[in-house]
């Protein structure tokens, strides 16, 4: 699901910020900026009767040599157009917990995409064996 997210929040951008590079993986050195670097951050589990909450939050890390003005209007883009994605399979997801700034002239976006997953039990088929206990009475 995690690569899901991603994927959907690399074509966000890519819509947002089509002249932007957006990389999935880290890279070293040799970055084209302006550009964005997507990854999640970790990954949580709550557990509830016949459900669990599974929180996954993400940073877009967005690097440019405009100066702090640039990266604040970037995040404001960010936090009012990353609030619902698109999966590939046509399913949308909303994001929660947004928000974002600025260190060392590095804009840091923070949003969670976070599951309600419902706790399937596989019932066994009743009819598949059978046990008949009985016998023959006179009365």
């Not at 909450?53 to 640039?70: C, H, I, K, R, W």
């Not at 960010?78 to 928000?99: A, C, H, T």
């Not at 976070?114 to 046990?131: C, F, G, H, K, Y």
Request: aromatic share 8%.
């Amino acid at each position: 699901m995690i690569e899901q997210i991603i994927n959907a929040m690399a074509i966000k951008l890519a819509g947002l910020f089509p002249e932007y590079a957006i990389y999935t993986d880290p890279v070293e050195q040799g970055t084209q900026e302006p550009c964005f670097y997507l990854h999640c951050i970790n990954i949580g589990y709550k557990e509830g009767i016949n459900r669990f909450l599974q929180a996954m939050p993400f940073e877009v890390v967005y690097l440019t040599q405009n100066g702090q003005s640039d990266i604040f209007l970037t995040l404001e883009i960010l936090i009012n157009s990353m609030g619902l994605l698109e999966l590939q399979n046509g399913e949308q997801i909303r994001g929660v917990k947004m928000s974002g700034q600025e260190i060392d002239g590095v804009g840091h976006f923070m949003v969670n995409y976070d599951l309600s997953l419902r706790i399937q039990v596989v019932a066994e088929d009743p009819m598949e064996t059978l046990q008949v206990n009985g016998g023959i009475t006179n009365g």
